[in-house]
């Protein structure tokens, strides 16, 4: 009896520590096969395709308004920028003319086909004893802009007209100032220096025009 009571015992332990050993088995390969699953390499960090990110076309860029930095555009660039400009004024102010505009507005228009053609052919024999070919038409932006005023007739144009002659002198202003200061082709600063007061003095002509227009 007593040998039986030993007996089962025995045999007890030794379930009881084969349940523990493959309860132990379980635990290590459950935890070998997580480490398994995460440890996959190294980590790679998620980057967004920018392939088709919207990017300024090239219609668009033919239609923004040109920034005029004097304290950037020196020499060659100054020449053709002004040139440009000049051709910009003499372009919408004989489309004013043609829209039949009146009283200070065609006054204005008028002036400003004689003076920038005056300055320009100025400018002409400046850009020849240097040998720089010149534009000698308006910027893409204006041209833009030129067809739109096309559309326009009557107070509409003639507010649309003034607005730009305003924001466009102020532009040059800055445009010939630039090249005062820091320009260093004696010739080309000479000619900005004479035709900066007239451009001031369309300047104050365009703000007037534009606040009877108001």
Not at 94 to 105: F, I, N, P
Not at 168 to 196: C, R, Y
Request: glycine residues 6%.
């Amino acid at each position: 009896m007593k040998t039986s009571f030993l007996t089962l015992t025995y045999v007890t332990a030794l379930v009881a520590m084969s349940a523990c050993s493959q309860d132990n088995t379980a635990t290590t390969d459950t935890a070998a096969e997580n480490v398994s699953n995460t440890d996959s390499g190294p980590m790679t960090m998620h980057v967004p395709d920018t392939s088709n990110t919207d990017v300024t076309t090239a219609a668009e860029a033919r239609t923004a308004p040109p920034m005029l930095n004097g304290s950037t555009i020196t020499g060659k660039d100054f020449v053709l920028k002004a040139d440009q400009g000049g051709h910009n004024e003499i372009g919408l102010s004989k489309l004013a003319l043609e829209k039949g505009v009146t009283g200070d507005v065609k006054a204005f228009a008028t002036k400003m086909i004689d003076d920038h053609t005056k300055a320009g052919n100025e400018l002409k024999a400046v850009a020849q004893k240097k040998n720089i070919a010149l534009p000698g038409e308006m910027d893409p932006y204006h041209k833009s802009l030129y067809d739109q005023m096309s559309k326009m007739s009557g107070k509409q144009f003639e507010q649309a007209y003034v607005s730009q002659m305003v924001k466009d002198h102020q532009q040059t202003v800055d445009l010939l100032n630039g090249e005062i200061q820091a320009g260093s082709d004696p010739d080309v600063k000479a000619w900005a220096q004479k035709t900066l007061p007239v451009v001031q003095q369309h300047t104050t002509m365009a703000q007037h025009n534009e606040g009877m227009n108001m």
